[in-house]
């Protein structure tokens, strides 16, 4: 019952906060915080120990899924009601595009010299997040089934096709491959994915002009509908709680999924044994031959508003500098992401985002206009693979649905 | 009534109106015909725990400059409506000149978000609109003719599908109309196909969606037709009996006249929610089947980086259209006004 | 009762019993299954391999030691405190049907008793003011609330919601005050009254049919909300539905969908009650009043 265990552990700590009886001594002498947030057990942890900070004048947490909603007015305000957001690096833009979140370098000079300088996000040459966890997208598999077959664990999407024909052919499963395909931002990303696994560049370089429409773009177009063949027919309807769904229940073999999922998947809640004690953790693979993975880095940090006081500021930091540091290490916390803090222990659970890591993957573009393409291919990939289109009408629509879009916020003319 | 008093009566309300729905409309539109400034763009090194990369950002100095003067954003005009992802005027033009045939024209149309979201908006409310109505008047009958013990819990269970909150009705419905649900298995069962999938095929989920659209907003005519059907003047009914009509006369005479006013009322608050359509899109996952102009504002709203001119324009494009929809109802409205 | 000549025959009897049966079937069916559901693991609920898991609840022995569990209630109502999420909805509901009624009660007579054209006029705009899509609304209101320092709180989402419903309410009041004899409060009027002093002595005590339906459409508007709720209230200050839809997860977690079937059975309960008790007053309401307008 470990998950219990931890969710358990993580309410107690957010219950706890509020009755400060784990107080920390964070050096703080005055100021206000207040975090906003996604709700991962991982931020509720670091929101619970960044509140129990002595010292604090006002501390809350707004941790939510609708977030990335609410982060942006709510630090537009004089005083921002946020005194810190924490994002990931596809929602820190939104931030910056703003002017919202304020460069941290001196108070990394003042106070943050201890923290390690490859948790530091620098754009432009200032820091403007300190990150503290780290996530990719992987290969999945069912040990016992490949066993079957007697194939080795797939380092490339071709052999994961061989791999998944053969299950196929053999009557172990009818729909051996998973994924979120879901249309939207799901099958966005597994574009997103695949193309830069195949080389590819988004922009003309250096302008927000896109270029997708090219013979990397119809190579991952015909890449996700090979996969897709080997996939349950309601793929385009499954995001990662479906798709997870399938894999419990032992319906899948091969799936690309989210590291942070894992955990979950390999525990003994919500399958049977047979799935979960099989469930073992790949690397991401590569395809098209190229050496870069097909997958992105991802990591959350926090940031801190640029519309507060220097002292709330000052107060935010070291808050926040405490509660991603290595005293928030322990038993229950150790599982709940892939810290990049010191003393992190990883589990053979995180094998898979650090082999993305020690792979060289591409970190997820942190570009101002990238949400634009993000959301045009979510909404045009789906007609490609139901065959409505061929490949290069359905990359005009992604570079004409971004054009439009892009011309109304001022990155093309 | 006096003008004064009127006025002071619906001053609190309208007070309330005022604030929260009439200005953000004025500011709605006002957005609708502008956007952004012209953003400058740089060149720049990025670090993270991952290593270094060259990549672009916004120049801040330059950019706030420009929005210090003018906060609203350059003005556009309808720009913003006549665009690729709204009313597509180029494309539209293009289109028209250089299809074979109509049918040919609509397909290529409906690969143009807007209008692919209009095609199914129109269809979902001109579908779900006249068998709610037909629906709810039928089941108001069956209730009506029941015995009374009966009639508490049948009102009660009847009522169910309209008062559960949309997003999650929907999400169990999804879950069960699932291929390996308990539906999906009936329903595999019923057309003797063992591969049929609701959730893989573009027209099986319209259909559903529409299906869920009359089951959840059937209960709101059923209660509005059943009330009805309580004043119905049973000294008519009496007198038509002994003219000799049969039941079917009595009712086509009777009893429907009689509930004319509450249809255009049903159908006035349905048309324009029905329009509106968006739960039951977010609980199917139904995105790559069917897009609704409202999931299209929502779609906007809800990426990244928002999109909210486009999010206006697409507003008001609505507004609009409800209010084209609604005109035949309104004029007679406007008409019956000084009689009622 | 029923006289020979009104009984009907059997032909149709059947047809109406066959119609309120598969009526009933389709109904609460989804129900009837979600709240045997709610007792079991996600697993069985949302089973894959077999749907009738959700029956027999196979992995809720495997995971628990019985056929049934309340790990999806003790989960929301105690680790996650949806116990707080009830309470905020029964404030916002309480506050929201009595502002909503007050103003449409007032508005509502006026616009009933009102012979100029601009009466009309105000009712259509205010039908065209419904017609926006409420997420357009919401976004509009976030940078203007969080500079005025009212954003999350709970009396801020009552007024918008009072607000947004405005229409509605102003729609069905207007028509049930039309259907009281204008003869009542006129008389009033002569008698030296002003026309507020006719509305408290002569209008008030009669209008409680309508009034009474209309609250129930308000309250009910304001139980199930969702696009409001999510976007203007703070964590703490969540209602219901907001609350039930943070349980499902997001791309990068798995949320605890149990909880939310839990949840929902727990939110559906009260309004059986409700409409159990006030059924009559339902439909009388309705019949004094909208069934004409």
Redesign the interface.
């Known amino acids: 019952m470990k998950l219990k265990q931890i969710?358990?552990a993580g309410?107690f700590l957010v219950t706890a906060s509020a009755t400060t009886a784990m107080a920390a001594d964070c050096g703080i002498s005055n100021g206000r915080l207040s975090i906003i947030g996604?709700?991962?057990?991982a931020i509720q942890t670091v929101g619970a120990a960044a509140q129990s900070c002595e010292g604090l004048a006002d501390a809350k947490?707004?941790?939510?899924?609708?977030h990335?909603?609410?982060n942006?007015?709510?630090m537009?305000?004089?005083p921002?009601?946020y005194t810190t957001a924490i994002v990931a690096?596809?929602?820190i833009?939104?931030l910056?595009?703003e002017?919202v979140i304020r460069p941290l370098d001196d108070l990394i000079a003042a106070h943050g010299a201890d923290i390690p300088k490859?948790?530091?996000?620098?754009?432009?040459?200032n820091v403007m997040a300190v990150?503290f966890m780290?996530?990719a997208q992987h290969l999945l598999y069912r040990q016992d089934v490949l066993e079957e077959i007697g194939v080795e664990p797939p380092k490339t999407y071709e052999e994961l096709l061989a791999a998944a024909q053969m299950i196929r052919e053999k009557g172990i499963m009818e729909n051996p491959v998973g994924g979120?395909f879901?249309?939207?931002?799901?099958?966005a990303?597994e574009f997103t994915n695949m193309y830069l696994g195949h080389g590819g560049e988004f922009?003309k370089p250096?302008?927000?002009e896109v270029a997708v429409n090219n013979e990397q773009g119809v190579a991952t177009l015909e890449m996700l509908k090979a996969l897709s063949e080997y996939m349950n027919?309601?793929y385009?309807?499954?995001?990662?709680?479906?798709t997870?769904?399938?894999w419990?229940?032992?319906?899948v073999a091969l799936m690309n999924m989210?590291g942070?999922?894992s955990g979950?998947l390999m525990d003994?809640?919500?399958?049977?044994p047979e799935v979960y004690e099989n469930t073992v953790v790949g690397a991401p693979m590569t395809v098209g031959g190229g050496d870069k993975a097909a997958s992105t880095?991802?990591?959350d940090g926090w940031t801190v508003a640029k519309n507060i006081s220097d002292a709330d500021a000052e107060a935010t930091f070291l808050a926040m500098k405490q509660a991603t540091s290595p005293a928030i290490l322990n038993d229950e916390t150790m599982g709940q992401a892939v810290w990049?803090i010191e003393g992190y222990e990883p589990a053979p659970v995180n094998d898979g985002v650090f082999s993305a890591?020690s792979m060289?993957?591409?970190?997820y573009?942190?570009?101002?206009?990238?949400?634009?393409l993000?959301?045009a291919l979510g909404?045009n990939i789906?007609?490609f693979l139901?065959g409505k289109?061929s490949a290069e009408q359905t990359l005009a629509?992604v570079e004409?649905?971004y054009?439009?879009?892009a011309?109304?916020?001022?990155?093309v003319? | 009534m006096k003008h004064s008093a009127f006025f002071w009566f619906v001053l609190p309300s309208a007070a309330a109106m005022l604030l929260f729905i009439f200005f953000p409309t004025v500011s709605i539109i006002v957005q609708s015909f502008h956007v952004e400034h012209e953003q400058v763009i740089i060149e720049v090194e990025n670090c993270g725990p991952f290593g270094c990369q060259t990549a672009t950002a916004i120049d801040q100095e330059a950019t706030a400059a420009l929005r210090e003067e003018q906060p609203l954003g350059r003005f556009a005009g309808l720009e913003v409506y006549k665009d690729r992802n709204h009313l597509a005027v180029n494309e539209f033009g293009e289109l028209w000149a250089q299809s074979d045939g109509i049918g040919d024209f609509i397909g290529d149309l409906m690969n143009l978000p807007f209008y692919k979201a209009l095609g199914f908006t129109l269809t979902y409310t001109f579908v779900v609109t006249p068998l709610t109505i037909v629906f709810g008047f039928i089941i108001a009958v069956a209730v009506n003719s029941a015995a009374r013990l009966f009639r508490g819990p049948l009102i009660f269970f009847t009522l169910l599908p309209n008062i559960v909150t949309p997003l999650i009705g929907g999400l169990i419905l999804f879950w069960m109309v699932d291929a390996r649900g308990v539906i999906g298995t009936a329903l595999r069962w019923l057309a003797d196909d063992p591969s049929l999938s609701v959730k893989a095929d573009t027209g099986l989920m319209w259909t559903m969606l529409m299906v869920y659209g009359v089951w959840s907003s059937a209960p709101f005519a059923f209660i509005v037709y059943y009330a009805g059907l309580q004043t119905v003047s049973k000294d008519t009914l009496e007198a038509a009996r002994i003219d000799g009509a049969t039941r079917w006369q009595q009712i086509r005479h009777v009893v429907i006249p009689h509930l004319l006013p509450l249809t255009t009322f049903i159908a006035l608050i349905q048309l324009m929610d029905n329009f509106r359509v968006f739960e039951p899109i977010i609980s199917f996952n139904a995105q790559a089947h069917a897009t609704s102009l409202s999931w299209a504002i929502f779609n906007d709203l809800g990426g990244e980086t928002r999109q909210l001119s486009s999010a206006a324009a697409t507003s008001v494009l609505t507004v609009i259209g409800v209010a084209i929809l609604l005109s035949p109802v309104l004029v007679r409205t406007y008409r019956s006004y000084g009689k009622a | 009762m029923a006289s020979k000549a009104q009984r009907r025959p059997l032909a149709l009897q059947i047809v109406l019993l066959a119609t309120l049966v598969i009526w009933m079937i389709a109904a609460a069916f989804p129900f009837f299954w979600t709240l045997w559901g709610s007792f079991k693991v996600e697993a069985d609920f949302f089973s894959l391999t077999n749907w009738d898991n959700a029956l027999t609840g196979e992995m809720t022995r495997v995971e628990t030691g019985g056929a049934f569990t309340n790990n999806g209630y003790y989960g929301a109502w105690i680790q996650e405190e949806f116990w707080r999420a009830a309470w905020n909805s029964t404030l916002v509901c309480l506050f929201v049907v009595s502002v909503s009624l007050t103003l449409g009660t007032l508005g509502g007579y006026a616009l009933a008793r009102s012979t100029y054209r601009y009466a009309f006029w105000f009712l259509l705009i205010a039908l065209i003011f419904r017609a926006l899509p409420p997420i357009t609304l919401v976004s509009g209101y976030l940078p203007v609330f969080f500079d005025l320092n009212i954003w999350g709180y709970l009396p801020t989402a009552i007024i918008v919601l009072v607000a947004i419903n405005q229409p509605f309410t102003l729609w069905m009041l207007h028509s049930f005050f039309k259907n009281i004899p204008a003869e009542l409060d006129e008389s009033a009027m002569v008698d030296g009254c002003t026309r507020f002093q006719a509305f408290r002595h002569v209008i008030i005590p009669v209008m409680w049919p309508g009034v009474i339906t209309t609250g129930l459409f308000s309250f009910l508007l304001a139980y199930n909300d969702f696009a409001v709720t999510a976007m203007i209230l703070d964590k703490q200050n969540q209602t219901m539905v907001p609350k039930i839809a943070s349980f499902l997860g997001t791309t990068q977690t798995k949320g605890n969908v149990m909880f939310a079937v839990a949840a929902v059975v727990s939110a559906t309960a009260p309004l059986f009650v409700l409409i159990m008790f006030f059924q009559r007053q339902i439909v009388s309401g309705l019949t004094a009043g909208a069934v004409k307008g």
Request: a negative charge; hydrophobic letters at 40%; aromatic letters at 6%.
């Open positions: 969710l358990l309410s996604n709700e991962f057990p947490a707004n941790l939510t899924a609708d990335q909603t609410i942006l007015p709510g537009q305000g004089n921002a009601e690096n596809s929602s833009v939104a910056i595009n002017d490859n948790q530091l996000i620098t754009i432009n040459g990150a780290a996530n979120a879901a249309a939207g931002w799901n099958l990303q922009y250096g302008t927000a027919p309601d385009l309807t499954h995001d990662s709680n479906a997870s769904a399938e419990e229940a032992g319906n989210w942070s999922r979950r003994a809640e919500g399958s049977t880095l991802w990591w990049m890591i060289g993957t591409i970190p573009p942190m570009l101002p206009q990238h949400g634009l993000h959301t909404d789906a007609d139901q289109e629509d004409a649905a054009t439009a879009a011309k109304e916020k001022g990155f003319n």
